[in-house]
């Protein structure tokens, strides 16, 4: 089955931009996704990216997609504290269930 | 436009006994899928459920766990005889009928077993 991988913890200064990575084993996954998720909340969509694309911006957000090498990317531009959350990859196909990552931990220091 | 919606918020429950989850879509959402988050883990998908059917169960334990998706009214967990190990987060998400993939989460429940 789908296997997603991420890195556990980032640190950035805060107006820095961060770099969340994520691998995935499926090549056949159609749609990857980026989500959000705050101490004691459920889970933000933030954005998500068909297979057949290479890169999706959205405001401070851009989300690169290499799928020789099943190698997704979330960039976040000019990093704010309000952005310290866990970040989940996660991969679906046909079967439209997610399979996520472990998150990455990102802490914006002051 | 209220978002997906989750109750409770929080349920303890002693070893042994029944949990219930329940799972309210976003308006005009008819797909529901139950993931279940350990401490400091990701979420595993459970299953997947439409109005009336069950889509895909393939990650739903094979005793003690069950699902269903009534016509009316929503979206039931239920786990009985409850032990320790089932001690998490509970999520659930929707999605609406054209067959997006954007799936939207709400709150969950945080089942805590004593």
């Known amino acids: 089955g789908e296997d997603v991988e991420q890195s556990l913890f980032l640190s950035v200064r805060e107006g820095d931009s961060s770099v969340i990575n994520c691998t995935y084993t499926d090549s056949s996954s159609t749609y990857l996704y980026w989500y959000k998720q705050e101490p004691g909340a459920g889970l933000q969509l933030l954005t998500y990216i068909f297979s057949n694309m290479d890169m999706k911006q959205d405001q401070r957000l851009t989300v690169l997609l290499n799928k020789k090498d099943k190698h997704l990317s979330l960039r976040i531009a000019d990093t704010q504290t309000g952005d310290s959350a866990i970040y989940f990859c996660?991969?679906?196909?046909?079967?439209?269930?997610?399979?996520f990552g472990s998150g990455t931990q990102l802490t914006v220091l002051p | 436009n209220a978002g997906v919606m989750q109750n409770p918020r929080h349920l303890v429950r002693r070893r042994g006994q029944e949990a219930r989850l329940r799972c309210s879509p976003m308006?005009?959402?008819?797909?529901v899928y139950w993931y279940r988050q350990l401490p400091e883990e990701g979420l595993k998908f459970m299953v997947y459920?439409?109005?009336?059917?069950?889509?895909?169960e393939s990650g739903m334990p094979k005793e003690r766990f069950s699902a269903e998706f009534p016509k009316e009214g929503p979206s039931i967990l239920r786990i009985q005889q409850v032990v320790r190990g089932d001690s998490a987060a509970y999520f659930c998400a929707s999605s609406d009928q054209t067959g997006s993939y954007e799936q939207y989460f709400g709150p969950g429940t945080r089942l805590t077993v004593t």
């Open positions: 459920l439409q109005k009336e059917n069950i889509i895909d």
């Open positions: 308006k005009g959402h008819s797909h």
């Open positions: 996660a991969a679906s196909g046909s079967a439209r269930q997610l399979t």
